[in-house]
């Protein structure tokens, strides 16, 4: 599986940004997907995740501005940010976990990357 991120920027205090992760390859092992985020000196965290039924959890801190979301016939997963802060600010990852056998082994796949900057 391959995750490709696109959507981030610079965004002022208050700005909105979608961000777009789109898998390539055994998509159809896919169950479970989701957006961490980075910022420098800390560890890398959920920010929300959606299952391949549809449910979807989020981080305390983005509850109620940030959206998940997934269109499976795209293959492509998004997350719609609103009413964004300063603290925002970070490298955004898409992350995949596939399913690989019948015994439920599974594989976790990263994308690259994609810069979010929240400043005015």
């Known amino acids: 599986v391959q995750l490709v991120e696109s959507g981030g920027g610079l965004v002022q205090p208050g700005g909105s940004l979608r961000l777009s992760c789109a898998a390539s390859?055994?998509?159809?092992?896919?169950?479970?997907m989701a957006w961490y985020r980075q910022t420098p000196g800390y560890q890398r965290e959920l920010v929300a995740s959606?299952?391949?039924?549809?449910?979807?959890n989020y981080a305390d801190s983005v509850k109620g501005r940030f959206t998940i979301s997934r269109d499976n016939a795209k293959n492509t997963m998004y997350l719609q940010m609103n009413s964004l802060t300063p603290e925002d600010t970070g490298v955004y990852y898409c992350h995949a976990i596939s399913i690989v056998n019948i015994e439920g082994s599974t594989v976790q796949h990263w994308g690259q990357g994609t810069q979010v900057t929240v400043s005015s």
């Open positions: 959606i299952r391949d039924g549809g449910s979807t």
């Open positions: 390859g055994s998509v159809w092992n896919i169950n479970i």
